[in-house]
């Protein structure tokens, strides 16, 4: 079967890094991306890997080993409005593959 | 710039009710096109997607259909719901030629069967 898992909840402080973990089982693979989507919204593309390392676009960076069949997001200098859900998802056979969503929970 | 349109935003809808989804989007051509539906707190299920007018797939067997009668509309279907189809409904689009496979989603319909 091809599965996702990420964590269900992450809790972190406003000004903090928050790293959400993502790993995978697929039959084919071409790239890990995020999304991002805040409650009653719709979900927002953030970044994508396809290849190994580091992907850094502002204040968010995503990483990926195909090795291990693992990714994660990290946000940097946390702010309360990054408080939403966040996505991983497999492109294999050109279809979208998705986690069950991190829900992130920022205090003050 | 391509934009993407559904309605309605919210519905409500007696159990053994028809429905009909429209999506719509713009700025771009023969674009791949995808149903998902979301239940509260969960992830995103993939109901259909298409590559071309009249090209559908399906994913997951249920009461639902969908049809693509122009090249940037997609509809969602129902001859009669049920308890278990209400949900966020999100039609998304994306480039057939890109390998990344970047995903554009629309506002998104609630549908709540009563």
């Known amino acids: 079967g091809q599965s996702l898992e990420q964590p269900s909840e992450v809790t972190a402080v406003e000004g903090a890094i928050v790293q959400i973990n993502c790993t995978y089982q697929?039959?084919?693979?071409?790239?890990l991306s995020w999304y991002q989507q805040h409650d009653g919204g719709a979900p927002t593309f953030l970044s994508y890997?396809?290849l190994d390392g580091l992907e850094e676009t502002g204040r968010f960076s995503s990483f990926l080993s195909r090795s291990d069949s693992y990714g994660y997001l990290l946000l940097q200098e946390l702010q309360m409005k990054d408080s939403a859900s966040y996505f991983c998802?497999?492109?294999?056979?050109?279809?979208?593959?998705w986690g069950a969503g991190t829900k992130l929970i920022i205090k003050p | 710039s391509q934009t993407i349109h559904q309605w309605p935003a919210t519905l409500v809808q007696p159990v053994g009710s028809p429905l009909s989804l429209e999506c719509t989007v713009e700025?771009?051509?023969?674009?791949?096109l995808y149903w998902y539906r979301q239940a509260a707190g969960r992830g995103l299920q993939l109901l259909f997607y298409?590559?071309?007018?009249?090209?559908i797939s399906s994913e997951v067997p249920q009461n639902l259909s969908a049809s693509r009668p122009q090249d940037r509309q997609f509809i969602l279907s129902s001859k009669k719901l049920l308890l278990s189809d209400s949900g966020f409904y999100l039609c998304?689009?994306?480039?057939?030629?890109?390998?990344?496979?970047?995903?554009?989603f629309g506002p998104g319909t609630r549908l709540t069967v009563l």
């Open positions: 998802a497999v492109i294999s056979n050109y279809q979208l593959i």
């Open positions: 298409s590559v071309g007018i009249g090209q």
């Open positions: 890997n396809g």
């Open positions: 700025g771009t051509s023969n674009p791949n």
């Open positions: 697929t039959s084919g693979f071409y790239g």
């Open positions: 998304a689009w994306s480039m057939a030629s890109a390998s990344t496979d970047t995903q554009y």
